[in-house]
C-alpha cells in the first residue's frame, strides 16, 4: 500500500495536472453533475483526506473489493461521498459509519456493528454487490454500475421508478443517461404520482453519482495499489 508521502505526491500530480490542463474540466463535463461541480475547494479537501485519511482504509477497502470482486477504488469513491472517510459519520435518517449503512442495509449484509469500521466497509461492499447483482443482466457496463449507485443511495425501487419514467418519455431505462435525467422528477407531483414508489429527492442519488464518478477518476489518475479491479 502506498503511504501518506506517496499518496500526497501523487494527489498533488493529479490536482496540478489538472488545473492547467483541463481535466477538472473534463471530468465535471463527462459527469455532468446534477448538484454541483467538484469545485477546488472539495478537490483540495479530498487532497488532504487522500493523504491523511486513505492510508489507514485503504487495505480495508482492498479487502473488502477482494470478497466482492469489486474495484477498491469505487467503494473508496463511495465511502468519500457517504462520509469523507469518517468512522463516526451519521446522517439524519439513521445511517452510520464509512459506507452509510442503514439499519435495514446492515441487517440485509449481515453487519452487527455498524460502528466497526470494517464490517461498515465490507457491509457497504456486499450491499453494493447485491444491487450490481440486481441491475438486469442486459446492462452493460459504465451504466449497471452508475445505475446501481444510485441505488444504493436512494433505494431499488425508487431507481426502478425513475427508469418507468424513462420509457415514459422514450428515453432509454438501461442508460444512466437518460435516467439521471429522470430521477429529480420524482420530488414532482405530477410525475411521482404515476409511479409505484411515490415521492423521491430525485436529485440527491443524481448527484451522488456523479461526485462518485469524480472521486473514482481522482483516485484510478494517482495509480494507487490495487487488488481488485471490476466493473
Known amino acids: 500500500i502506498c503511504d501518506a508521502v506517496d499518496l500526497m505526491q501523487a494527489a498533488n500530480g493529479f ?12 471530468i465535471a463535463r463527462d459527469a455532468r453533475a446534477e448538484s454541483r461541480g467538484f469545485d ?7 487532497q488532504a483526506d487522500i493523504a491523511a485519511r486513505l492510508p489507514q482504509l485503504q487495505a480495508m477497502f ?3 473489493a ?3 470482486g469489486l474495484d477498491w477504488r469505487l467503494l473508496a469513491a463511495v465511502g468519500y461521498q457517504e462520509s469523507k472517510w469518517q468512522t463516526r459519520a451519521a446522517s439524519a435518517d439513521g445511517a452510520l459509519g464509512i459506507m452509510m449503512l442503514t439499519t435495514d442495509a446492515a441487517t440485509t449484509v449481515g453487519v452487527t456493528d455498524r460502528a466497526d469500521q470494517w464490517q461498515n ?8 454487490a ?15 454500475t452508475w445505475l446501481a449507485l ?6 431499488y425501487g425508487h431507481l426502478e421508478d425513475a427508469r418507468v419514467l424513462a420509457q415514459m418519455h422514450g428515453k432509454n431505462p438501461d442508460s444512466w443517461s437518460d435516467v439521471r435525467a429522470q430521477l429529480p422528477l ?13 415521492y423521491a429527492r430525485g436529485w440527491e442519488p443524481a448527484g451522488f453519482v456523479e461526485q462518485v464518478r469524480q472521486y473514482l477518476a481522482v483516485l484510478e489518475w494517482t495509480g494507487t495499489a490495487t487488488v481488485a479491479r471490476a466493473h
Open 62 to 64: 482492498e479487502q473488502a
Open 130 to 144: 447485491q444491487v450490481i447483482a440486481t441491475i438486469p443482466n442486459r446492462i452493460g457496463e459504465p451504466d449497471r
Open 150 to 155: 444510485a441505488a444504493y443511495n436512494v433505494g
Open 15 to 26: 490536482f496540478i495536472g489538472a488545473k492547467t490542463s483541463g481535466e477538472f474540466d473534463r
Open 186 to 198: 420524482l420530488a414532482d407531483e405530477q410525475w411521482y404520482s404515476r409511479v409505484k414508489r411515490g
Open 40 to 46: 477546488y475547494e472539495d478537490a483540495h479537501r479530498f
Open 66 to 68: 477482494h470478497a466482492t
Open 121 to 128: 466497509i465490507l457491509g457497504g461492499a456486499k450491499y453494493l
